[in-house]
């Protein structure tokens, strides 16, 4: 018999690698616990979300597109989840209450590998994910949080919502993350860097690319040709997935083996 179950809601979710990830490192700590895809439509999340606590769920991830909704559907939140204002992660109390976090931000700084203190960062992307890491920057202490995006008024926005530097092109820095899409939806190299003015830069100390893909990603190859040090989305998909683990089962996450069942797909 199952002690207990966790899921990734989505929509869609048929393609993440989170059920991989978990049920691995379940297997591995010898925990009866499965993890499992939960598809689910914007107009059905609410419902579907307070019904898994009574349902043997112990804990969620949440993904595209619920991510913001999460929040305020949530009965308390952490800082993190109210600072980036949207989480990826709930926790259930036994009386069905529901906690939100926000380990895309975290999860960043881990996958990072060094502290941002006093360096300038560039953060490519306003979306989710761009706003998870530019506060996550910022509250580890970044001098500067440059916040560039394809449309320039999100890239506005996201900086006085967070008292950062919006730049209408991309500018040098220490450290450059690519938190757009780009990379999924443009494969070729010559035209993702054309996308997020690569050839522009200096290089970095560090490339973070969030998009992860079967082949090395546009951004990936950029870093590894300017002789950065480069960290990429898979890395970043599983320390997220690390810090909702830990909080879910109060276990340390085997990390080798989450980025194993992570790189196989
Ligand atoms: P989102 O909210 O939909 O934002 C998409 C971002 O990509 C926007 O900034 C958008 O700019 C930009 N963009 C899309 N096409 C572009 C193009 N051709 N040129 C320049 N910019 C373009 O998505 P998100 O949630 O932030 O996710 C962004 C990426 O990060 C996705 O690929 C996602 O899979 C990845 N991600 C990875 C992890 C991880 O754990 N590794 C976690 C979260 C997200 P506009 O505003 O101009 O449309």
Do not use: C
Not at 171 to 194: F, K, P, Q, Y
């Amino acid at each position: 018999m199952l002690t207990a179950l966790a899921g990734v809601l989505g929509h869609p979710v048929a393609h993440s690698r989170s059920p991989a990830m978990h049920n691995a490192a379940f297997r591995a700590l010898g925990l009866d616990w499965r993890y499992v895809k939960l598809p689910v439509s914007p107009a059905l999340f609410p419902e579907t979300a307070r019904a898994l606590p009574g349902s043997g769920y112990r804990g969620a991830n949440v993904t595209i597109p619920h991510k913001v909704a999460a929040l305020s559907l949530a009965d308390a939140a952490t800082a993190a989840a109210r600072g980036v204002g949207a989480a990826n992660t709930f926790s259930f109390a036994v009386d069905g209450a529901i906690e939100a976090d926000n380990t895309d931000a975290g999860g960043f700084v881990d996958a990072l590998g060094e502290s941002p203190r006093g360096r300038r960062a560039l953060v490519l992307g306003a979306g989710g994910a761009g706003r998870a890491v530019a506060w996550a920057l910022r509250e580890e202490g970044a001098a500067e949080v440059l916040i560039w995006n394809r449309t320039p008024q999100r890239a506005t926005e996201l900086a006085r919502e967070l008292e950062l530097e919006p730049v209408s092109a991309p500018r040098s820095a220490d450290i450059v993350v690519n938190a757009t899409s780009v990379g999924l939806d443009i494969g070729d190299a010559a035209e993702a860097g054309r996308a997020l003015g690569l050839a522009q830069l200096d290089a970095p100390i560090v490339v973070v690319d969030l998009v992860y893909a079967e082949r090395p990603t546009p951004v990936v190859a950029w870093g590894e040709r300017v002789g950065a040090r480069v960290v990429d989305g898979l890395e970043v998909l599983v320390r997220q997935g690390a810090r909702s683990f830990e909080r879910w089962t109060g276990e340390e996450p085997p990390l080798d083996v989450m980025r194993a069942a992570a790189r196989a797909g």
